[in-house]
C-alpha cells in the first residue's frame, strides 16, 4: 500500500487548506483509514478517521465541526477539509490506512501496522 498526501501549506488563522491523499495497492476491504497529525514536541494524535465502508467517521472535539473527511472510492482518495484553522492545528499532517480500527490506533496511530503517507506541513500562523 502506498499513500500519497497533497494540500499541505501555510494559511493564516480562520483560513481554510484541502488535504488529499491518494492510495495505490490499498487492499483493506476492512478497517480505517484517516488523518494524523503531529506538532513537535507532542504527541500523534488522529484528526479524522473513517472505516472504510464510510459508515462511521471519529474526530477528536478538537476539531469537530472544523475538520470534514471524505472519501473518493472511484479515485481511491481520502480528502480532509480544514476549516477555521487554528495555530494549534500546525503539524504535520499523515495519511494512514489499517486493517483494523483499533482505538488505539484511531487515538494516535499506535499499534504498529498498517500504511503511512510521506506527511503534508501545515503551518496557521500571522
Known amino acids: 500500500v502506498q499513500l500519497v498526501e497533497s494540500g499541505g501549506g501555510s494559511v493564516q488563522p480562520g483560513g481554510s487548506l484541502r488535504l488529499s491523499c491518494v492510495a495505490s495497492?490499498?487492499?483493506?476491504?476492512?478497517?480505517?483509514m484517516g488523518w494524523f497529525r503531529q506538532a513537535p514536541g507532542k504527541e500523534r494524535e488522529g484528526v479524522a478517521v473513517?472505516?472504510?465502508?464510510?459508515?462511521?467517521?471519529w474526530y477528536p472535539e478538537s476539531v469537530r465541526g472544523r475538520f470534514a473527511l471524505s472519501q473518493d472510492t472511484a479515485n481511491k482518495m481520502l480528502h480532509l477539509v480544514m476549516n477555521s484553522l487554528e495555530p494549534d492545528d500546525t503539524g504535520m499532517y499523515y495519511c494512514a490506512a489499517n486493517a483494523n480500527c483499533d482505538p488505539s490506533w484511531v487515538l494516535t496511530g499506535a499499534g504498529g501496522g498498517g500504511a503511512w503517507g510521506q506527511g503534508t506541513q501545515v503551518t496557521v500562523s500571522s
Open positions: 473513517m472505516t472504510n465502508s464510510g459508515r462511521s467517521v
Open positions: 495497492g490499498y487492499t483493506y476491504t476492512r478497517g480505517c
